[in-house]
């Protein structure tokens, strides 16, 4: 199978992962955190490991701050709803996934809160100032997307992240589809709150996640329960990661996050950026000399920065035909609306959806050469 | 030289403890429940050997939070 849906999740898993994962089970077969006997302090220790990984590699202030969570939309609620208050204000862009849209939209429901959307332009200031125009007085936070998960757009996080920080509101980076492919800074960034999964471009098991939190920042947790630590009160303690960790975490997976973070390291994060982005170049330019083709984004201009994510479409054609005909031919992409209805409604692909290509460091130049062979096959077919 | 254990609320601080003392040539084990916990119910501590003052001063100057400490004989 020739697999190009690596924004949903990344497959194959790199070896070191999947043979830890395995090793985990069998070594570090302990819950993490309680006991103190032998096998539960080395798989407490490993978590720590984790946790340092990824301090450093997210440039977190502290080790402490990084909250393993179980995907990337676990993080987003505990965020949005860990900082909201009655009558708060949210302002988000028109790229977000329904991660974000979602639990904005139940709060409004609730009567709890409220949001606007502003719009990602290709000029950096009017996208600046789209945000600054939804800025309200009971706005307390700008949430946006690292990279548009349909069509790749990286919004001007940093801008933003000072816009936000200029009107005293939070910043919060929703890192699904940049974590592993795009080098992110918390302190440099100006990120107050960082959500990723684990298991997309940082190529972990699937059950990872993390919430990052930049110090000072007082956030609700979503969840209580058994932390292993102040256990007589009946009060969730207030100590980080403690505070948002309750219940057994998902060790195994952790421990190969753990793994993945060291082969993210080990090819270098701008390697892996400059493989994937140079195999979407080379596949917009092939699909370009195809008749019927529709593109939506371009990799060889300046105006706004791409992720290494291409949606196309087929002219008369619904995208998950074109899909779903791929798919008879062993390669798996991911059509239809990507959980991205603000970001389809922007680019009026809403009806058709969009065919997404998504490739990791894994795919090879013969992939996406396979892959033009087909789709320039059903084209001609249409 | 003494022979200290130093206690935490989340084993993460611990563990963030231990982490410093062992990249400081020093030697630190992870313990669960020593006494005086009770109250607080589960918590973690390190026995270290070493120099009390220098140590706490370091947890102190990397802000990582202990709970308090004594002298084992």
């Known amino acids: 199978m020739i697999y190009l849906d690596?924004?949903?999740t990344s497959y194959p898993k790199p070896e070191i992962v999947r043979?830890?994962?395995?090793?985990?089970?069998?070594?570090?077969?302990?819950?993490?955190?309680?006991?103190?006997?032998?096998?539960?302090?080395?798989?407490?220790?490993?978590?720590?490991?984790?946790?340092?990984?990824a301090c450093s590699f997210f440039n977190a202030k502290s080790v402490e701050n990084v909250i393993f969570t179980y995907n990337c939309t676990t993080s987003l609620n505990m965020a949005i709803k860990g900082i909201v208050k009655k009558g708060s204000h949210f302002i988000i862009s028109d790229l977000e996934h329904n991660a974000v849209v979602r639990p904005l939209e139940k709060l409004k429901n609730i009567g709890i809160a409220e949001y606007s959307i502003a719009s990602v332009q290709n000029d950096t200031k009017a996208t600046i100032e789209s945000f600054e125009?939804?800025?309200?007085?009971?706005?307390?936070?700008?949430i946006c997307t690292g990279a548009s998960n349909v069509f790749g757009i990286i919004p001007p996080y940093r801008q933003l992240s000072d816009l936000a920080h200029k009107h005293g509101l939070l910043f919060i980076l929703d890192c699904a589809q940049v974590g592993g492919v795009i080098p992110v800074d918390m302190q440099k960034d100006g990120i107050d709150i960082l959500c990723c999964a684990g298991h997309k471009g940082l190529m972990g098991?699937?059950?990872?996640?993390?919430?990052?939190?930049?110090?000072?920042?007082?956030?609700?947790?979503?969840?209580?329960?058994?932390?292993?630590s102040n256990s007589v009160s009946s009060i969730q303690p207030d100590i980080l990661p403690d505070k948002f960790e309750s219940g057994t975490p998902n060790v195994q997976g952790i421990i190969g996050l753990s793994n993945a973070i060291d082969f993210i390291n080990q090819r270098g994060i701008y390697n892996i950026y400059k493989h994937e982005k140079a195999l979407m170049k080379y596949l917009q330019k092939q699909l370009e000399n195809i008749e019927g083709i529709v593109l939506y984004t371009d990799f060889?201009?300046?105006?706004?920065?791409?992720?290494?994510?291409?949606?196309?479409?087929?002219?008369?054609?619904?995208?998950?035909?074109?899909?779903?005909?791929?798919s008879q031919r062993n390669i798996a992409t991911r059509a239809g609306i990507h959980c991205a209805p603000l970001a389809h409604r922007k680019f009026k692909t809403l009806e058709t959806g969009t065919v997404r290509i998504s490739p990791s460091i894994f795919t090879k130049k013969s992939d996406i050469d396979l892959l033009i062979n087909c789709v320039n096959k059903i084209a001609k077919l249409n | 030289?003494?022979?200290?254990?130093?206690?935490?609320?989340s084993v993460t601080y611990a563990m963030k403890a231990k982490a410093?003392?062992?990249?400081?040539?020093?030697?630190?084990?992870?313990?669960?429940?020593?006494?005086?916990?009770v109250n607080e119910g589960c918590a973690y501590s390190l026995v270290v050997n070493g120099n009390?003052?220098?140590?706490?001063l370091g947890l102190d100057i990397n802000k990582i939070k202990y709970t308090g400490y004594e002298l084992l004989k």
Request: charged share 20%; glycine share 8%.
């Open chain 2, 20 to 37: 410093y003392i062992e990249s400081n040539g020093g030697n630190a084990i992870l313990r669960k429940g020593v006494k005086n916990t």
């Open chain 1, 19 to 53: 043979k830890s994962v395995c090793n985990a089970f069998d070594k570090y077969g302990a819950n993490s955190g309680r006991g103190a006997y032998k096998m539960a302090v080395n798989t407490t220790e490993e978590i720590f490991k984790c946790r340092q990984k």
């Open chain 1, 133 to 142: 125009k939804q800025i309200k007085r009971n706005s307390i936070a700008i």
């Open chain 2, 52 to 56: 009390i003052d220098k140590i706490l």
């Open chain 1, 6 to 8: 690596n924004s949903a």
């Open chain 1, 205 to 228: 098991p699937s059950g990872t996640g993390m919430m990052i939190l930049n110090d000072s920042i007082f956030v609700e947790s979503l969840i209580e329960g058994g932390t292993g």
């Open chain 1, 300 to 326: 060889f201009s300046n105006q706004i920065p791409l992720a290494p994510i291409l949606s196309f479409n087929i002219k008369d054609m619904h995208s998950e035909d074109v899909s779903h005909i791929l």
């Open chain 2, 1 to 9: 030289m003494n022979r200290i254990v130093v206690k935490f609320s």
